[in-house]
């Protein structure tokens, strides 16, 4: 593993493997009734929230305390930011505390990697979301759910996603998790297929290593998974589609576009759903979607992502110690 973890594009296949098998172990802690390591004991690490979160930050935190660190909570709202103190005199703060790891979510594109290569802060950093531009963890937990339902939970071990047909739906060009997705999923070697109408695709997809297509229909019944997108209005500065109820009829996922979908495939969504949509209360309730089990996955991947960057040298998972009789 590098140092820190600022894109998806950064993973080698042999990483983000070892990533994916990792939090399987993490995963079984989850089963046990204390649901705690004593990996990071000691250390500090400090969720430094620029942007509203409630899935990443919560699952970050869950992470972090199972593996037994010591945490800071961080939101701009409230803080030295809301006055204008800059991220530099921020990161140095935290500098001056001691701290071991940065996760970091900002609504400026490339602020992690900054903070990662500026020399303000000795910490490792952790890439939670900036702009529209990455957001890897999610990409992590995403190809992780897909690999324990695709391929298996004990199958799936030191497995990637080569021939799965992966097809992603909807507001491409503000998303940084359709971004993330398409440079992992590729890394893994699955078959992306993006879906939107041509206003919601940036400007160069031409050059992303994956296929593009404005038919929702033709692309379902060959689709191994389908990810729906939320639009993202709050990012939006014009009108790039002409109502909500024509979006949907094109590019939104019912019961009946889901029944032309293969009996194996599932449906999948980074949350928050916007239901009636991208997404109809069918489908989102239905046994194929996995937008609880991305949730659960994400606290597994995020433990891994922290232990493979924290931990040292001692396993991930020791087994229960047993009294002698």
């Given at each position: 593993m590098q140092r820190h973890l600022i894109s998806a594009a950064d993973l080698t296949r042999d990483d983000a493997v070892l990533i994916l098998d990792t939090a399987e172990e993490m995963a079984r802690v989850a089963d046990r009734p204390i649901k705690k390591l004593p990996t990071l004991r000691g250390r500090t690490v400090v969720n430094l929230f620029f942007e509203d979160s409630t899935r990443t930050r919560i699952s970050f935190e869950a992470a972090e305390k199972r593996l037994s660190a010591d945490v800071i909570n961080f939101s701009a709202k409230g803080s030295s930011v809301s006055k204008g103190e800059s991220l530099k005199d921020t990161a140095q703060t935290l500098e001056?505390?001691?701290v071991d790891a940065v996760v970091i979510r900002h609504g400026a594109s490339g602020a992690p990697y900054r903070l990662a290569t500026s020399g303000w802060i000795d910490a490792h950093v952790i890439n939670a979301g900036d702009g529209t531009h990455q957001?890897?963890?999610?990409a992590?937990?995403?190809?992780?759910?897909?690999?324990?339902?695709?391929?298996?939970?004990d199958a799936g071990?030191?497995?990637?996603?080569?021939?799965?047909?992966?097809?992603?739906?909807?507001?491409?060009?503000?998303?940084?998790?359709?971004?993330?997705?398409?440079?992992?999923?590729?890394?893994?070697?699955?078959?992306v297929?993006?879906?939107?109408?041509?206003?919601?695709?940036?400007?160069?997809?031409?050059?992303?290593?994956?296929?593009?297509?404005?038919?929702?229909?033709?692309?379902?019944?060959?689709?191994?998974?389908?990810?729906?997108?939320?639009?993202?209005?709050?990012?939006?500065?014009?009108?790039?589609?002409?109502?909500?109820?024509?979006?949907?009829?094109?590019y939104g996922l019912d019961?009946?576009?889901?029944?032309?979908?293969p009996e194996h495939a599932i449906v999948m969504?980074?949350?928050?759903?916007?239901?009636?949509?991208?997404?109809?209360?069918?489908v989102a309730d239905s046994h194929r979607?996995?937008?609880?089990?991305?949730?659960?996955?994400?606290?597994?991947?995020?433990?891994?992502?922290?232990?493979?960057?924290?931990?040292g040298n001692e396993p991930a998972v020791t087994a229960p110690r047993t009294e002698e009789k």
């Amino acid at each position: 593993m590098q140092r820190h973890l600022i894109s998806a594009a950064d993973l080698t296949r042999d990483d983000a493997v070892l990533i994916l098998d990792t939090a399987e172990e993490m995963a079984r802690v989850a089963d046990r009734p204390i649901k705690k390591l004593p990996t990071l004991r000691g250390r500090t690490v400090v969720n430094l929230f620029f942007e509203d979160s409630t899935r990443t930050r919560i699952s970050f935190e869950a992470a972090e305390k199972r593996l037994s660190a010591d945490v800071i909570n961080f939101s701009a709202k409230g803080s030295s930011v809301s006055k204008g103190e800059s991220l530099k005199d921020t990161a140095q703060t935290l500098e001056a505390m001691g701290v071991d790891a940065v996760v970091i979510r900002h609504g400026a594109s490339g602020a992690p990697y900054r903070l990662a290569t500026s020399g303000w802060i000795d910490a490792h950093v952790i890439n939670a979301g900036d702009g529209t531009h990455q957001h890897p963890t999610q990409a992590l937990l995403d190809a992780f759910t897909m690999r324990r339902r695709l391929v298996g939970r004990d199958a799936g071990i030191g497995q990637d996603l080569a021939g799965k047909r992966i097809t992603i739906v909807g507001d491409v060009l503000h998303s940084r998790v359709a971004r993330s997705n398409v440079d992992l999923l590729h890394t893994l070697g699955a078959e992306v297929t993006l879906v939107a109408p041509p206003t919601l695709l940036p400007v160069g997809i031409e050059t992303w290593p994956c296929e593009v297509s404005y038919d929702l229909d033709s692309t379902l019944p060959k689709s191994d998974a389908v990810m729906m997108l939320r639009v993202q209005r709050e990012r939006m500065n014009a009108a790039f589609f002409p109502t909500e109820r024509e979006y949907s009829r094109r590019y939104g996922l019912d019961g009946d576009r889901m029944a032309r979908m293969p009996e194996h495939a599932i449906v999948m969504h980074p949350g928050p759903m916007v239901r009636g949509m991208e997404i109809t209360a069918e489908v989102a309730d239905s046994h194929r979607c996995t937008v609880v089990e991305q949730v659960a996955n994400g606290v597994s991947i995020r433990m891994a992502v922290l232990y493979l960057l924290l931990g040292g040298n001692e396993p991930a998972v020791t087994a229960p110690r047993t009294e002698e009789k």
